[in-house]
């Protein structure tokens, strides 16, 4: 038997999302609370892998079973045995051909950004922060330039493992809630750190060290270096894939992120 699992996590604490040596993955965590339910030994793949720090509003994982539980076991009993900052929200049994990862046909992601002067403290470590002002219009500006199918070299990490750096960007949106800036973004798929990189190259355009005009030659020449450096992970918040409707998955339902900072 095949299960998806949607759940949503703190990425403070843990050492991102892929299992390491160590255990202090989310990954880790989840596995050894799915094996206590199961009683046997259960491995899960997800739909997109966080790095250390980065949140996950909907993470979408499958895993396979000779055991028969209820569903609530799955969600309450599973949740009884994960560590604080981990919670799976809802199962749903799936057949053989759906896969987390490879049955999805977009990912989404939010940065979350204060801006400043003072650091945040009730909100550290689940907001970025930048102190000096931004102009929104030009980042907006910058980010529609990001809409459509580029190469995203410019914002790739050195050891990113994805076969193309080719992706089709369909939102890039920057809006602003009173001192909170908000960035979305929503892709065929995402290369390692692209997001936080994209954040910190839109942060430079807001404060005036380059133009709109700035994106357009990164995407030209393809240069890692030429760009900005990566923002922090700590705003970073994975909104989970997007799957066609024979799924019959839950909808994602984030709908916190839109108010809880203002």
């Not at 390692?192 to 060290?209: A, D, E, Q, W």
Request: glycine residues 8%; contains cysteine; aromatic residues 10%.
């Amino acid at each position: 038997m095949r299960f998806a699992l949607g759940l949503e996590y703190c990425g403070t604490g843990f050492h991102g999302w892929q299992s390491q040596p160590g255990g202090l993955t989310v990954q880790d965590a989840l596995e050894v609370a799915l094996t206590q339910i199961a009683a046997e030994p259960i491995g899960v793949v997800c739909a997109g892998r966080t790095d250390a720090g980065v949140h996950a509003t909907q993470q979408v994982v499958h895993f396979e079973t000779s055991i028969e539980r209820p569903l609530s076991a799955w969600v309450r009993g599973v949740n009884a045995h994960l560590p604080e900052g981990v919670a799976v929200r809802w199962a749903h049994p799936v057949n053989d051909q759906f896969h987390a990862r490879f049955s999805a046909r977009g990912r989404r992601y939010r940065y979350l950004l204060i801006n400043r002067a003072q650091r945040p403290g009730l909100w550290a470590g689940r907001v970025g922060w930048f102190h000096l002002p931004l102009d929104l219009q030009l980042m907006q500006r910058a980010a529609a330039r990001l809409i459509g199918e580029h190469d995203f070299s410019a914002f790739r990490a050195a050891n990113c493992q994805a076969k193309t750096p080719v992706k089709s960007m369909a939102q890039a949106n920057v809006s602003a809630r009173g001192n909170l800036i908000v960035f979305d973004f929503e892709a065929s798929a995402f290369l390692h750190h692209m997001v936080r990189n994209l954040v910190g190259t839109l942060v430079y355009i807001g404060k005036g060290t380059q133009s709109p005009e700035w994106i357009d030659e990164l995407l030209l020449t393809k240069d890692r270096k030429l760009a900005a450096p990566t923002f922090s992970p700590d705003g970073l918040y994975f909104r989970g894939p997007i799957y066609e409707p024979q799924w019959n998955l839950p909808e994602n339902n984030d709908d916190f992120l839109d108010g809880v900072l203002l």
